[in-house]
């Protein structure tokens, strides 16, 4: 597989990069022209401090934020989110007057859980979640009506990147989006070029990297 990325510096900070691959890739809801090597930023502190700054910068302060809800792997953005946060002065309504930062658990039939000891972060509270990457958009749909569930109102969502600009009205605060990435381009399986063309697929990929097809 071809690993020679292309480096895209974000606007608001050039020191927050962006590695990208094109070629035909199957996500799990969509068919993408890039991949994103987005793991420098999710495990290296600098990066990640780097780009938890970045899109602190994108909310208000009066932007009342209680919990992050990390998924793909952003508990270290999450980590350096909460302390820009908080040391911005973001309103927190919970009793500790601090910034949980969570996971969820999907068990093995795909379902996305919050244990009982978890709640507490959730119930009557303020929720940030925090993303990899959105594409269609399902997958944060489906970690939003999860929160939810648990009593959480949703006062923000970020990533990385997102190739949609909201979802249930709420607006997607990112780093990169679709103009950042004009080659990119989304399709349903069905409705997909490449595959129409007969050009192979060459991985299958997500926030957490990719797995070449051979």
Same mark, same amino acid.
């Given at each position: 597989? =071809? !690993? ?8 608001? =900070? ?17 068919? +993408? #022209? #890039? ?7 999710? !495990? @290296?502190? =600098? ?15 009066? !932007?009342? +934020? ?5 998924? /793909? ?5 999450? #980590?350096?989110?909460?302390? +820009? ?6 309103? $927190?309504?919970?009793?500790?007057? !601090? ?7 999907? *068990? ?6 919050? @244990?009982?000891?978890? +709640? ?14 959105? *594409? #269609?958009?399902? %997958?944060? /749909?489906?970690?939003?009506? %999860? ?7 949703? %006062? ?12 249930? /009205?709420?607006?997607?605060? $990112?780093?990169? @989006? ?23 697929? /060459?991985?299958?990929? =997500? ?8």
């Amino acid at each position: 597989m =071809n !690993t020679d990325y292309q480096k895209i510096p974000a606007k608001q =900070n050039p020191n927050v990069q962006l590695m990208i691959l094109p070629g035909h890739f199957v996500t799990s809801h969509s068919h +993408v #022209t #890039t991949y994103m090597e987005i793991t420098n930023m999710k !495990t @290296r502190c =600098n990066e990640a401090s780097g780009l938890a700054t970045l899109l602190a910068q994108r909310y208000s302060i009066d !932007t009342p +934020v209680d919990t992050i809800v990390c998924i /793909d792997g952003t508990e270290v953005i999450g #980590t350096y989110l909460a302390e +820009v946060l908080m040391r911005s002065g973001f309103l $927190s309504y919970n009793a500790h007057r !601090t910034i949980y930062v969570i996971s969820p658990e999907l *068990t093995a039939s795909g379902q996305i859980i919050f @244990r009982d000891n978890m +709640v507490g972060a959730l119930k009557n509270k303020h929720v940030l979640l925090l993303l990899g990457s959105i *594409t #269609t958009g399902n %997958s944060v /749909d489906s970690i939003a009506r %999860s929160v939810s569930y648990y009593g959480a109102k949703i %006062s923000g969502i970020c990533s990385i990147f997102s190739a949609i600009d909201e979802i249930n /009205d709420v607006p997607i605060v $990112s780093a990169f @989006r679709l103009d950042d990435i004009p080659e990119y381009g989304s399709y349903k399986p069905t409705e997909c070029p490449l595959c129409a063309q007969g050009i192979k697929i /060459d991985a299958i990929v =997500n926030s957490f990297g990719y797995s070449e097809l051979n």
